[in-house]
């Protein structure tokens, strides 16, 4: 019965990957150059995923284990939490998700002093490098995004930037913009969301990322990294509790910035919406700003695979990714959590899960681009772009798993 009644949704979604597949290619800086071995692996392997972990029966045991580790490790924010806070603390939305981003970053800070995520991010970085035949450079940033976001990721390969070619660097941008970080991850997971969803979205996205930005803009050169590359982040922490205290440092910057952007944004929305508020009502309801980006982006979720009657809401959600950050988007999604099917409420979990918004390009131009001030003509240049591409690789990782669900 249930296979049944998604047919033509999980129909949909597969016409939707085979549809931004296209858009990208006509909208590609050069088609000829564009590696279709590439394109095909990096699909292959967005496919294998949740076929891994949705139809299996060892997938259906990670995914249990996925979900229960990751409650348990946000668990123990909580009871930092309740020490400085008090017991009734999740009452407040901010001292909610604040703890869990401290202490996520603590744990990430730790785990990179003892040499365990350099050995994760080599092992994704291995995978991409051998399979997709990029340069090392790209292999590397592309799977450091999924631990440090889209700001620190790129130190990991600082002393390329100045060198990488265009491609490459689009690669870089766009692999930040079409993930998220440890952090806010944790933040996430204690709102209430899947975190095995958050974590296949997480892996699904490093070849989306890479699938994208080689569409839009393939390698026309050969990278100094082609061969082989390092991670350069060096570990400045003196020992294990020097690294926790500079990784809670690093939480609470990100998460009052986090925070800050939330207040900011939802004021200015609310304003916006006051402001149509004096215009009649049009198409069965007020207009706001949430439900024009549900008109302008319903095709996109459209094409995800989303039930027909839950187009607009998703659309409204992604819509604010868009403008507000994926933070605002999710809060926008948990309002919908009773409203939409679970198929759809699923869907829009991945489409939103990245760093593509306006903000972040700022972000790249600004923060990653002064420190290689040759380079930062270049990230402004493609910001506009690599926002685009890391949307529509969130899509596309969407647009994969609605074929399995």
């Known amino acids: 019965m249930h296979t049944k009644m998604y047919l033509l949704e999980r129909l949909t979604s597969l016409i939707g990957i085979l549809v931004i597949v296209l858009l990208l290619f006509l909208c590609s800086k050069s088609r000829k150059l564009v590696s279709w071995r590439l394109i095909l692996i990096g699909l292959s392997i967005q496919l294998l995923i949740p076929l891994f972990m949705f139809k299996t029966s060892v997938g259906v045991f990670l995914i249990g284990l996925i979900q229960t580790i990751s409650l348990k490790l946000v668990g123990f924010s909580s009871v ?13 939305f901010a001292l909610k998700v604040i703890p869990a981003i401290i202490f996520f970053s603590c ?6 002093y003892l040499g365990v995520l350099q050995k994760i991010i080599k092992f ?12 090392g450079a790209e292999s590397l940033v592309a799977s450091a995004n999924m631990f440090f976001g889209v700001t620190v990721a790129p130190l990991v390969v600082f002393p390329y930037i100045s060198k990488m070619t265009t491609s490459e660097l689009f690669v870089l941008m766009v692999s930040g913009m079409a ?54 982040l060096t570990n400045d922490a003196v020992n294990v509790f020097d690294a926790a205290c500079k990784g809670a440092e690093r939480g609470l910057k990100l998460a009052l910035t986090v925070m800050a952007v939330l207040l900011a944004f939802v004021s200015v929305i609310a304003l916006i919406n006051s402001l149509f508020s004096i215009l009649p009502d049009g198409f069965g309801g007020q207009l706001t700003l949430q439900r024009i980006m549900g008109y302008i982006l319903s095709p996109i979720a459209l094409i995800m695979g989303v039930e027909m009657k839950d187009v607009l ?27 939409i099917s679970d198929r759809s409420y699923t869907l829009a979990i991945y489409a939103l899960c990245g760093f593509s918004n306006l903000a972040t390009i700022g972000l790249l131009v600004g923060g990653v681009g002064s420190l290689v001030p040759e380079r930062r003509k270049d990230f402004a ?18 647009c994969i798993v609605g074929i399995f669900l």
């Open 179 to 232: 993930t998220i970080g440890g952090g806010v991850f944790a933040a996430y997971v204690n709102m209430g969301f899947n975190a095995t969803h958050l974590v296949c979205a997480t892996v699904m996205s490093i070849p989306s990322a890479l699938v994208v930005a080689k569409l839009l803009i393939p390698e026309d050169s050969v990278p100094e990294t082609i061969d082989s590359c390092h991670i350069a």
């Open 107 to 112: 744990l990430m800070s730790i785990l990179f």
């Open 381 to 398: 240049k493609l910001g506009l772009k690599a926002m685009v591409a890391g949307f529509f690789a969130s899509v596309l990782t969407a």
């Open 313 to 339: 809401p998703v659309a409204s959600t992604l819509g604010v990714k868009v403008i507000a950050g994926d933070f605002l988007g999710y809060l926008e999604l948990m309002k919908l959590k009773d409203v």
């Open 80 to 92: 930092g939490a309740s020490y400085i806070f008090g017991n009734n603390y999740a009452d407040c």
């Open 124 to 135: 994704f970085a291995l995978i991409m490098y051998k399979s997709l035949k990029i340069s």
